[in-house]
């Protein structure tokens, strides 16, 4: 990617006008998606012979688990281009995930936890991926918390954007290394339940809410990301035109 | 070379001005490895499965408590800025600094542990093992506290912060450093581990600064 | 029987339900509320210019 590009499309006023036309898109979407998901998972997918409805709750948490690291890597990535190339519209997509991960991190968690009060007898186990998603959700409330005392919005931008990239490189050996401490200590516990393998029509709900979500994601992120940018932009001359 | 040495007598001086830092991450260190016989249970056979953790915690306990003065005296009275404008490289500098504070923080924990590690009826070599392995986790710690002290320097209280900066960062180095000392005591093989933590290390050592470096100069202007 | 009872999990199933489509919404309404905020600020400034 050249440079130029990066200023062309990269630049204020490209990226709203962008957001605000693709928003609208990626929201009715969505939010189309998730309702014929939810639909499909709670009425027209077949119950499980051995978990009987309590199942379904998978459709809610799988979405959600994904899209909580997903969201990470692309703050981490908005954080990177904003570093490099001092991007307003990057650091500000970057604050924009963030909120917006941490909810979705947390709804990983809750949801993960009334999956396992049916199927495990309880609802916390100290599972390599359930500590690994408390830790991502710190991660996001670091970057939340350092971004929300510093005062001056550039310092902001550039010193929570260095955490985030941290967290990115620090994200693989955090959970290696979760993985490993959780084979040591219990190595034949409930933690080896793992999602049952899924057939035909218990899997088409599942992928169209995750699609659902990532649009609906899109969307929100395309409010407050041009939201941060008219706030950052404030006092040029393209945004008194709007 | 001669910057960095001034540099180093320099920061001796500073740590010698105000050797309470230092005393009080020593006195923390040894509370809390004291206070956990005391509160749960002194039996031998418990005391060894728990050295290990606590050896962690209670190492990167202090070096979260030491860090707060890190950067910030040197900020206030315009040290950090003198030594931007110098002409040797920034990130040298910065890796001195860091090398002089592990010396004077860190530096006696590894010494003491030792003797806490006794108390916990560690015998032999394992307690070289602990010593080794506090080795290889605060130079890495002593990496992270600079960074984070480093990226929180203009906010006016910064403890809660850092502990949520630091915590995860620093979660993979207490997994694998009580790993170690645990294996070591039940005789098992240690390699893996200290392989890990030696890594780390090195990553630290390279990268540490650098961002520190960066983090530094994004505080400042 | 009826298509809202899931049996012994109703509670589970339902609760996971209604806190995914909760935590959507607020997010969603987070947004179009800085949007409208940023919106009127600049209003604002240009009227008192």
Known sequence: MSLKAIYKYGSPPNFYRFAMKLEPWCFSLGVFLIVIGTIG????????????????????????????????????????????????????????????????????????????????????????????????????????????????????????????????????????????????????????????????????????????YSLFFSAVICRGGSAEVLMREKRSKWVKEI | MDTYFQLFIRETKVAIKRWTDALTGIILFFLIALLF????????????????????????????????????????????????????????????????????????????????????????????????????????MINISAFTSAITLGIRYPGALMTLIITPITLPILIFGSKAIENSILGLDISGPLYFLTGMMMLSLFLGPWITASALKISMD | MSIFDMGDYNFYVWGSVFLSFLILFLTYIDAIKKHKDVRRVIQNTKDSE
């Open chain 1, 41 to 212: 998972g709670l009425f027209i997918a077949p119950k499980d012979y051995q978990m009987g409805d309590a199942y379904r709750i998978i459709y809610f948490h799988v979405p959600s688990a994904y899209l909580s690291m997903s969201a990470y890597a692309a703050m981490g990535f908005a954080s990177t281009i904003g570093i490099v190339w001092r991007s307003t519209v990057a650091f500000s997509v970057a604050k924009s995930i963030a909120p917006f991960g941490a909810l979705i991190t947390a709804l990983a968690l809750i949801t993960g936890m009334l999956w396992g009060k049916p199927m495990w007898g309880t609802a916390w186990v100290w599972d390599a991926r359930l500590t690994s998603e408390f830790i991502l959700l710190l991660l996001y409330l670091g970057y939340i918390t350092l971004h929300a005392s510093i005062k001056e919005q550039k310092r902001a931008d550039r010193a929570a954007s260095l955490v985030a990239i941290l967290g990115i490189i620090n994200l693989p050996i955090i959970h290696y290394s979760v993985v490993w401490w959780n084979t040591l200590h219990q190595a034949s516990t409930i933690s080896k339940i793992d999602a049952p393998s899924i057939v035909g029509e218990m899997l088409w709900p599942l992928l169209v809410m995750i699609i659902g």
């Open chain 2, 37 to 140: 016989p005391l509160i749960s249970d002194s039996d031998k056979d418990f005391l060894l499965k728990i050295v290990g953790p606590i050896m962690m915690f209670s190492a990167f306990f202090s070096s979260l408590l030491s860090m707060q003065n890190m950067y910030k005296p040197d900020f206030q009275n315009g040290t950090i800025e003198q030594l931007l404008l110098s002409k040797r490289s920034f990130v040298g500098l910065i890796l001195t600094k860091t090398f002089a504070y592990w010396v004077f923080t860190s530096l006696p924990l590894i010494l003491i542990s030792g003797l806490i590690a006794s108390i916990y009826f560690v015998t032999g070599k394992a307690i070289l093992i602990i010593q080794l392995t506090l080795l290889l986790s605060t130079l890495t």
